[in-house]
């Protein structure tokens, strides 16, 4: 069965930092591109970052640029994300998905499966 | 321009079709993806590319492009179609990954 399961999230300080971690299985790992998308309390999706599979390509949402690094293990089959600097807004439950992509014509690209989240709130 | 709009929220009628739509610059290169989430849950992927169905997936939901608007069909709507639902894909650079700001489905 393909599954992520996410881990690391908790309660932390603003300015505090915390270490996501998704462990993968079911299915080889080091040849997708990964990626964390968050949600905030009774909002919407919001991509937050993504890693090529060999850690060539990493892209990160304008929101977290210079906070957040994303990384990925492949030998653990794990990606990973440190979080620093850490804000209010920050507050969201954080998934980890496995993004695919076929030719059809064009590249399409999608996310399947997610994990089940992790709840990250960052308070005083 | 990299955000991708839709309607925050529609209803329909059980049994009755409905469609959502996605509207961004970046959908005139690529194309989106469509995903289900129910209170609690996490996102379930239920269109990708033109029109493709995960497996387990049901056929009333279907995928539509034309232009920058993506749209998500589901005909004949089920109490269990009660859902957001969101379009991703890339922005225009073609590295960042955007999602639409949302729809809400209320099944009546």
């Known amino acids: 069965e393909v599954q992520l399961v996410e881990s690391g999230g908790g309660l932390v300080k603003p300015g505090g930092s915390l270490r996501l971690s998704c462990a993968a299985s079911g299915f080889t790992f080091s040849s997708y591109s990964m990626n964390w998308v968050r949600q905030a309390p009774g909002k919407g999706l919001e991509w937050v970052s993504s890693?090529?599979?060999?850690?060539?390509?990493?892209y990160y949402a304008d929101s977290v640029k210079g906070r957040f690094t994303i990384s990925r293990d492949n030998a653990k089959n794990s990606l990973y994300l440190q979080m620093n600097s850490l804000r209010a807004e920050d507050t969201a439950v954080y998934y980890c998905?496995?993004?695919?992509?076929?030719?059809?014509?064009?590249?399409?690209?999608?996310?399947?499966?997610w994990g089940q989240g992790t709840l990250v709130t960052v308070s005083s | 321009s990299s955000e991708l709009t839709q309607d925050p929220a529609v209803s329909v009628a059980l049994g009755q079709t409905v469609r959502i739509t996605c509207q961004g610059d970046?959908?005139?290169?690529?194309?989106a993806s469509w995903y289900q989430q129910k209170p609690g849950q996490a996102p379930v992927l239920v269109i990708y590319?033109?029109?493709n169905r995960p497996s387990g997936i049901p056929d009333r939901f279907s995928g539509s492009s034309s232009g920058n608007t993506a749209s998500l069909t589901i005909t004949g709507a089920q109490a269990e179609d009660e859902a957001d639902y969101y379009c991703?894909?890339?922005?225009?650079?073609?590295?960042?990954?955007?999602f639409g700001t949302g729809t809400k489905v209320t099944v009546l």
């Open positions: 890693i090529s599979s060999s850690s060539s390509y990493i």
């Open positions: 590319g033109k029109n």
């Open positions: 991703n894909s890339r922005d225009s650079s073609g590295n960042r990954r955007v």
């Open positions: 998905a496995r993004e695919s992509k076929v030719i059809y014509g064009d590249y399409v690209y999608w996310f399947d499966p």
């Open positions: 970046s959908l005139r290169s690529y194309y």
